[in-house]
């Protein structure tokens, strides 16, 4: 779903425009409410935040193959919508990537709807009619966390090569007495740092 006239950026012509948003966090934003969608997707400085919005959904089961399809990083999501609601699409986001920063939007100021998105990891939540200012700033913490996870990811990726190389050096050292290099531990660490889960006893394809 594209309201007409929302994020003027889906419009622009050029290839620069196309290559800025390869770089930029995804944001998908999901309400049945057009005029709502329409409010946030011309409201918010997207590029200047390093945020390119994606998608639109118009139901909690349109938005969850979105986010699938177009790899979010960012959802902002109303609670009440039809399909899963928000608080549903909330969970399975988190089943799917436990990374995904979720900011849920709402024109019911309920505490158990508050108690359980926080329960959910929810970063934010936004009451109808939604201050744009307080939601840039969520936006913002979302940006960082994303930009932190992604660092911490980095850091690992480097430590699993040091290890590799350390062991390539040490199988090929010409010297007999080198253990044949093995590198079967380094299957679950790299599902680890991918967001996957590893089971022991799971067939490797980095058994030497």
């Not at 390119?52 to 990083?73: P, Q, T």
């Not at 911490?152 to 090929?172: M, S």
Request: charged share 25%; glycine share 6%; hydrophobic share 45%.
């Amino acid at each position: 779903m594209h309201p007409d006239g929302a994020a003027a950026h889906f419009t622009a012509a050029g290839g620069s425009v196309i290559e800025k948003e390869r770089f930029m966090f995804r944001v998908i934003i999901a309400d049945d409410e057009n005029r709502i969608v329409k409010m946030l997707a011309a409201s918010i400085p997207w590029t200047k935040l390093g945020l390119s919005v994606a998608s639109f959904a118009s139901d909690g089961m349109e938005a969850l193959r979105l986010a699938e399809e177009k790899k979010a990083d960012i959802i902002i999501t109303d609670i009440r919508m039809p399909g899963l609601n928000g608080l549903e699409l909330c969970e399975k986001l988190h089943e799917a990537n436990p990374n995904i920063q979720i900011i849920l939007i709402s024109g019911y100021a309920d505490f158990s709807y508050a108690q359980r998105a926080i329960q959910l990891g929810v970063l934010g939540y936004c009451l109808k009619p939604v201050d744009i200012q307080y939601l840039q700033k969520l936006l913002r913490q979302a940006v960082q966390n994303i930009r932190r996870e992604v660092s911490l990811q980095a850091d690992t990726l480097l430590d699993i090569w040091r290890k590799v190389r350390k062991d390539l050096c040490a199988g090929f050292s010409g010297n007999s007495a080198s253990p044949r290099p093995n590198f079967t531990w380094l299957f679950p660490s790299v599902c680890q740092t991918a967001g996957r889960r590893w089971k022991p006893g799971s067939p490797s394809v980095w058994e030497a």
